[in-house]
């Protein structure tokens, strides 16, 4: 803490760590010896950090076509590449992602026949 700072009684800034890919993840804290509070004062717990991962699982990715608490089954296959890049650059005219097109078009061909 540099003398101003001492004598003015401020904490300097504290700044954020830089975060690579390289960085090790771990705890951070050890939730049986540290006393930590969430910003609306719960106290964070094993069980609650439990709970935040869960909800953090289960509202990432894109949301189901299935409904709200399945899974979407997921189709790959291979095009070649020229289909690949036609397919992109009509999507993109269409306000559409790939996945988009391509669901349209097998829902289409299947209900056809």
Do not use: C, Y
Request: glycine residues 6%; proline residues 5%; hydrophobic residues 35%.
């Amino acid at each position: 803490m540099s003398t101003k700072n001492r004598q003015s009684g401020h904490k300097p800034a504290r700044k954020s760590p830089k975060v690579t890919s390289t960085t090790p993840i771990g705890r951070d804290v050890d939730l049986d010896r540290d006393d930590v509070h969430l910003a609306d004062g719960t106290w964070l717990t094993d069980s609650v950090v439990e709970q935040i991962v869960e909800q953090a699982r289960r509202s990432a990715g894109r949301p189901s076509l299935s409904g709200a608490a399945a899974s979407s089954p997921q189709i790959a296959f291979r095009v070649p590449r020229e289909v690949r890049e036609r397919a992109a650059e009509v999507a993109a005219r269409e306000g559409k992602t790939v996945s988009q097109l391509a669901r349209e078009a097998l829902e289409a061909r299947v209900k056809a026949s």
